[in-house]
C-alpha cells in the first residue's frame, strides 16, 4: 500500500538538488505536484522536461530551478515562456542553465536510463548546430561500418512524477491518450511518484492489462489528486483549459504580476483540493469533455 | 481590392502542396489548418502525424497545440513518442513534413533556438522540439512561414533544422534519408528550391504582390524563375471551409 499525500510524497521523494522529471506531452502535466514543490521551497533542482510547458516556467518563476534540461521551450500554440526567458536572458529571479535537446534526443536519453545503456543512438543532429552547444550530444563510429551516428547519454532522475487517469493502491498505473515519455521517464528514475484522477481496485487494472503502462513494481508512491493536471488535461477526465494558457501569457509577461499569480495560486493554498475550491464549479463545467467510449475487448 | 486576407491565401498555397500526399507530419498553428484543409480539398486520404504521439487523427474541431484531446478521439493510433519518433519517423513513414522557423536562409536551413548569440541571445527562441530530426527524415519538408527581412536572412543566428545545408549534395554525402525542403510558402509568394544548386527559386507571386514588394522583405536578392507565375488565387470553397468550419474565431486568418 502505496497511497499517501502530495505533501509527503513531495518531503519524502524530492529533495534540495535533485535531478526531477514531471513529464507528460501537453497531456497529464502534474501542476499538482509542481505547486507542491514550489510550497515546501525546494531549490537548485534540474528540471527534466520535453517541453518545459507552463509547469517549469512556474517553478522557475518561483526560484526552484538552477538548470534546464529540455527541447522545446514554449507555450504550445501560444507564444514564448516569459518567466523561462527572463531568466535566461536577464537572470531573475536566478540565472537558469540550459542543456538543449531535440525531442527524440530527450526521448532517447530516457530510453538509455531505462534500459541502463551507457547512450541511445538516434539519426539526429547531423548538420544542425546542437551538438556544437551541447557537448553531450556526440557521434561516434558504427562498429557494423555504417559510418557516424548521433549518441546521447542516459537521463536517470532521482525522481519521476507521472500524472494518470487511474492505479491501484499498489501504484498499477494505466493511462491513455498521449503516453508522452511517460513509461520510459518512470523506469529511468530511481523514485517514481504516481498521481492519479482515480484510484480503483486492483481487479479493475487486471481487467484491462495492455492499459497498464507503469507497473506498481517500479512505484514508491501513489496520490489521489482530482484535477492535479489542470490546466493541461486528462482524456476522459477533464479539457485542457486554453483560456488559461492564453491568460498566463499575459500573467508571465510581468514579473510583479507573475509573483501576485503564485502568491494567490500557489502559496495562497494549502492544497490541491483548495485550488480546486478556490478554481470553482464553473471552471470545471467548461472543462467537461464529451462522452467517447471505447468498446470492451475480450481477454479471455 | 482581394477578398481574402494574405494568411488566407498562404494557408490555401499551403494546403494544395499537398496534394496526393499520404501521410504529413503536422505542426503548430498554421500548418496545422493548412494540413485540415487539405484533407477536405486536395488529399482526402491524408493522414495527419503528431509528434505528440498522434497517428491519422480527424480532429472535430481545429486543435490549439498538437497535444490537443481533439486529436486523440477517433484517432487511427495513439503510441508513446519514442514509437512516434523511432517507427514512424525514422522509420521512414513519413512523406511531408510541414515547419517554419524565426530564421530561414537561401538554402531552407532553419533557426528556432536564438536570435543573437546562443550564451548571451538577444531572443531565447522555442528550440527544436521535434524539428531537427523532423528536417531529416521526411522525404519532403514544406515551409510556411511569412516574408520578411527578419526572417529571410542572409545568415542564420544558429541553425536548428537542416535543409540543404551549404548546397546540393551535402545532405545525400551526409547520410540524409529525406529530400529536405522543397517548397517555402509565404504570405506574398512562393519559392520551390533548384534541384542543382539547392537555392531557395521564386517560383509565384500571390496576386497584387510586385517581384520589388518580395525582394524589399529578404535579406538577399532571390532568385527568380523564368516561369514566374501568379499564384491562383483562393477559390469560394476553400475560403467557406476556412472561414466557417476549420477556423471560424479567425486565430489563423488575419
Known amino acids: 500500500m502505496k497511497l499517501t499525500t502530495m505533501r509527503d510524497a513531495i518531503a519524502t521523494y524530492v529533495h534540495d538538488g535533485d535531478t526531477v522529471a514531471i513529464e507528460g506531452f501537453t497531456a497529464c502535466i502534474c501542476f499538482a505536484a509542481a505547486h507542491e514543490i514550489i510550497r515546501q521551497g525546494r531549490r537548485d533542482l534540474v528540471l527534466c522536461r520535453m517541453t518545459p510547458d507552463l509547469i517549469y ?142 484510484i480503483v481496485d486492483e481487479e479493475v487494472i487486471r481487467s484491462d492489462p495492455n492499459r497498464t503502462l507503469i507497473p506498481g513494481l517500479i512505484v514508491d508512491a501513489v496520490v489521489h489528486e482530482p484535477y492535479g493536471a489542470h490546466p493541461s488535461y486528462v482524456q476522459g477526465y477533464y479539457d485542457r483549459d486554453n483560456e488559461f494558457y492564453l491568460r498566463w501569457d499575459e500573467i508571465s509577461r510581468d514579473e510583479a504580476a507573475t509573483r501576485a499569480w503564485l502568491e494567490e495560486w500557489v502559496y495562497g493554498v494549502r492544497d490541491r483540493a483548495e485550488y480546486v475550491e478556490k478554481m470553482g464549479r464553473e471552471t470545471w463545467e467548461r472543462l467537461k469533455p464529451t462522452q467517447a467510449w471505447s468498446l470492451p475487448v475480450n481477454y479471455g | 481590392m482581394a477578398d481574402y486576407t494574405p494568411s488566407e491565401m498562404m494557408i490555401v498555397a499551403a494546403a494544395r502542396a499537398l496534394a496526393g500526399v499520404r501521410t504529413v507530419f503536422v505542426g503548430v498553428g498554421l500548418p496545422n489548418i493548412a494540413c485540415n484543409l487539405a484533407q477536405r480539398t486536395v488529399a482526402p486520404d491524408l493522414e495527419l502525424v503528431y509528434e505528440s504521439g498522434v497517428y491519422g487523427a480527424r480532429p472535430a474541431r481545429l486543435p490549439l497545440s498538437i497535444g490537443d484531446p481533439a486529436l486523440i478521439t477517433g484517432a487511427l493510433s495513439v503510441c508513446s513518442m519514442a514509437d512516434l519518433f523511432g517507427l514512424y519517423l525514422q522509420g521512414g513513414r513519413i512523406d511531408v513534413a510541414f515547419l517554419g522557423g524565426a530564421q530561414i536562409d537561401r538554402y531552407g536551413n532553419l533557426n528556432t533556438t536564438v536570435i543573437g548569440d546562443y550564451a548571451h541571445p538577444k531572443v531565447r527562441l522555442p528550440g527544436s522540439g521535434g524539428a531537427c530530426e523532423i528536417a531529416i527524415h521526411a522525404r519532403q519538408v514544406f515551409i510556411i512561414m511569412r516574408l520578411s527581412r527578419r526572417s529571410f536572412v542572409e545568415r542564420l543566428d544558429f541553425l536548428t533544422s537542416p ?43 500571390h496576386p497584387g504582390v510586385r517581384l520589388e514588394d518580395v525582394r524589399a522583405e529578404m535579406g538577399w536578392d532571390p532568385r527568380v524563375s523564368p516561369d514566374l507565375t501568379e499564384t491562383e488565387p483562393p477559390t469560394p470553397e ?17
Not at chain 1, 78 to 105: Q, T
Not at chain 1, 162 to 186: F, M, P, S, Y
Request: overall charge neutral; aromatic content about 8%.
Open chain 1, 57 to 198: 516556467d512556474q517553478m522557475v518563476a518561483a526560484g526552484c530551478a538552477r538548470k534546464l534540461v529540455f527541447s522545446y521551450l514554449g507555450n504550445p500554440g501560444v507564444g514564448p515562456l516569459h518567466a523561462i526567458r527572463r531568466a535566461v536572458e536577464k537572470g531573475i529571479p536566478a540565472p537558469l542553465e540550459l542543456e538543449e535537446y531535440s525531442h527524440f534526443g530527450m526521448v532517447a536519453r530516457y530510453i538509455a536510463g531505462a534500459y541502463r545503456l551507457p547512450f541511445f543512438p538516434l539519426r539526429s543532429y547531423v548538420g544542425s548546430d546542437l551538438p556544437k552547444v551541447n557537448p553531450r550530444i556526440r557521434f561516434v563510429e558504427s562498429p557494423y561500418g555504417d559510418g557516424p551516428i548521433a549518441v546521447v547519454p542516459p537521463l536517470n532522475p532521482d525522481v519521476a512524477i507521472i500524472h494518470a487517469q487511474r492505479a491501484d493502491v499498489n501504484g498499477n498505473t494505466q493511462l491513455w491518450g498521449l503516453l508522452g515519455a511517460q513509461k520510459e521517464v518512470a523506469f529511468a528514475a530511481r523514485h517514481v511518484i504516481v498521481v492519479v484522477e482515480e
Open chain 2, 163 to 205: 535543409g540543404h545545408l551549404g548546397g546540393s549534395g551535402e545532405r545525400e554525402r551526409l547520410g540524409m534519408p529525406g529530400r529536405g525542403p522543397q517548397v517555402v510558402v509565404t504570405d506574398k509568394c512562393v519559392f520551390r528550391f533548384d534541384p542543382g544548386t539547392g537555392e531557395m527559386v521564386l517560383v509565384s507571386l
Open chain 2, 238 to 254: 476553400e475560403l467557406r471551409l476556412l472561414r466557417e468550419e476549420l477556423d471560424p474565431l479567425g486565430v489563423y486568418r488575419s
